[in-house]
């Protein structure tokens, strides 16, 4: 793994770690640059289902591969 994905996976373990201190199911990402610090995807949001990237490259699935 290279340094960068290494620091993402770190980030979002340090995120499931919070909310499982906290005893919560989710932690809804909304704000640009919170979404860029736990994916490093860097593109504006212009929906919530804005996908404008190849077949598992959107945010979602991004997401979704590392939790």
Request: glycine share 0%; net charge negative.
């Amino acid at each position: 793994m290279s340094i960068l994905s290494d620091e993402i996976n770190n980030r979002i373990q340090n995120c499931q770690r919070f909310l499982q201190e906290k005893e919560l199911s989710a932690y809804a990402v909304t704000d640009v640059e919170d979404i860029w610090y736990l994916t490093n995807i860097d593109y504006e949001l212009q929906t919530y289902f804005d996908v404008t990237f190849e077949v598992s490259q959107n945010w979602y699935e991004v997401v979704t591969k590392k939790v």
